[in-house]
Each structure stands twice: as structure tokens, then as C-alpha cells.
């Protein structure tokens, strides 16, 4: 995880520098396929747009890395595998018509760019697929159950509890935990406990309900997804099952979201 997020931080810099230096110079640009065309006033447009995109890109990855969200960080790394195969296939296809020094030096320094971004991509997704992975540390041996499926993708358009206009979501567990469905019916009510994965676990105090106007509370009096240790806790109603799969809701975590466990509600003392 730790290398591809140094990786990924990387070529982001790489990417904003390179973008920069579009934006302000491009004159000055010798990128493969433009390099020879650079001083004209056409082209000087392609490389300011070119440096326009890489500015973003580069930004959105080193914003990504300081939020330490491994999965928004994993899109910005395949995005930009996406813009380095492009420049790839752009110079292999105007080869001919560059010196073939400079056609060799531009396809090795895209095809780099475009593995290690794939190498960085591919490591943020084991590390965010792996168990231990969402486990809150070496003290405690927890190992995730399923995952969410939500329309649900950003907290921004999140609610902050399930009954404040959530949707329904599925949580879909391992398959070989279906036996430990046994037992759970459509109707039934049940606490579904989660790993909020993408919360920042520094935070000790914070504005209830994210409202600047109340007063700091700390995190262990608030139900913020952003503590020590994020674990959600979220009353669901079952609408469905299937086989390893449960239809419930409502509930406001995001796609993704990995579960820890569910547990049903208890009913009175007579009636348990």
C-alpha cells in the first residue's frame, strides 16, 4: 500500500510539473508527437489543453494521497495509465515522421510512466481488497465479511444517518459465509456493522453533524464516520435475499463499503 501510494504521489507531481511547464512555456514543449510543431499558434493551444489535463490530473492525485483514500487514489492512477497509453499509441503512430532518437526516448518515457502507473494501481487495489487491510490495527483481529453495494459513491451526497433519505443497498458477503445467513428473513430488522474505510482516523473532535455553529464534541459523543477506530453501525430493514446477498435500507454507506458484521435486534426478555 505504502509504495503505491509513494508511487502514485510520484507520477502525480510528475504529471502537474509537466502540465505546468505546458501552461507557461509551450513554445518550449518537445513532447513526441508535438515537439516538432510546438512553435505554432494551433499547436501552442493543444499543449496549453494538454497541460490543463495534466495539472488535474497531478492535483487531483496528490489530493487524493493527502486524504489517504486509497480507492479515489487508484482512479487518478488509471486515469493517468489512460493518458500515458494515449501518448504511446499517439508516437508510435507518428514515429515515422520523428527523429528516431527522440521517437525511442519518448515511447520508452511514456511506456514507463504507463507501467508504473499500472503497477500502482494494481497495488492499491490488493491493499484495498485484503482483510487485514481494514482491520483497525495489529491489536485487534478483525477481518472484513462482505462489502456494500450502494449507489451511494461519495460522502458528499451521502446522508448523514440511513433514516435522513438513504437508499437501499446490497451487502454482498463472502460466499463461502452464506451458512451464517441461515436464519435471517425479508422483514426482519438487524444492525449491520461496518468498516467506514474512507474516514480519517485522526480526528478526535469535530462540529456535530458538521454544523460550524455547534460546538466541538469529541468524536466518541458523535456518531462522525471520522474517529480512531471507524466502525458504522447502521438499523436496516431485510427487503431481499439472495443466496450470499441481502437487499437492505435504509443505510447511507458508500459503494464499497466493507462490512464487518450484522447482528440481529433483541426483543424483549420474553420474547428472545
Known amino acids: 500500500m505504502e509504495i503505491a501510494k509513494v508511487l502514485a504521489a510520484g507520477l502525480g507531481v ?19 508527437w508535438i515537439g516538432r510543431v510546438a512553435r505554432k499558434p494551433a499547436a501552442q493551444v493543444m499543449i496549453r489543453s494538454q497541460g490543463v489535463r495534466d495539472v488535474a490530473l497531478g492535483a487531483g492525485a496528490l489530493w487524493a494521497v493527502a486524504r489517504g483514500d486509497a480507492g479515489e487514489l487508484r482512479r487518478w492512477a488509471l486515469a493517468h495509465v489512460a ?5 504511446v499509441v499517439a508516437t508510435w503512430v507518428a514515429r515515422e515522421h520523428l ?10 518515457i511514456a511506456g514507463g510512466s504507463t507501467l508504473v502507473g499500472a503497477g500502482a494501481a494494481a497495488g492499491l487495489r490488493a491493499a484495498s481488497t485484503r482483510p487485514e487491510n481494514a482491520a483497525p490495527g495489529p491489536d485487534a483481529a478483525l477481518a472484513t465479511v462482505g462489502r456494500v453495494e450502494s449507489p451511494l459513491r461519495d460522502r458528499a451526497e451521502a446522508p448523514n444517518q440511513g ?19 441461515d436464519g435471517i428473513a425479508p422483514g426482519d430488522d438487524v444492525l449491520v456493522f461496518t468498516w ?20 466541538e ?13 471507524p466502525i458504522g453501525l447502521h438499523r436496516v430493514t431485510v ?3 439472495e443466496g450470499h446477498r441481502l437487499l437492505v435500507g435504509p443505510i447511507e454507506a458508500l459503494d464499497g463499503t466493507p462490512i464487518v458484521d450484522v447482528k440481529p435486534l433483541l426483543a424483549t426478555i420474553e420474547e428472545r
Do not use: K, M
Not at 505546458?22 to 518537445?30: G, N, S, W
Not at 493518458?83 to 501518448?87: G, I
Open 217 to 229: 464534541q469529541g468524536v466518541f459523543n458523535t456518531r462522525s464516520p471520522d474517529r480512531p477506530n
Open 239 to 241: 427487503a431481499a435475499i
Open 163 to 181: 433514516d435522513e433519505g438513504a437508499p437501499d443497498a446490497w451487502l454482498v458477503f463472502d460466499e463461502r459465509l452464506e451458512p451464517a445467513l
Open 83 to 87: 493518458c500515458d497509453a494515449t501518448d
Open 99 to 108: 527523429p528516431e532518437r527522440r521517437a525511442r526516448l519518448a515511447l520508452a
Open 196 to 215: 467506514l474505510d474512507r474516514a480519517d482516523r485522526d480526528v478526535l473532535r469535530v462540529h456535530p453533524r458538521g454544523d460550524p455553529a455547534r460546538p
Open 14 to 32: 510528475n504529471r502537474a510539473l509537466f502540465g505546468l511547464s505546458y501552461l507557461l512555456r509551450p513554445q518550449q514543449a518537445r513532447t513526441s
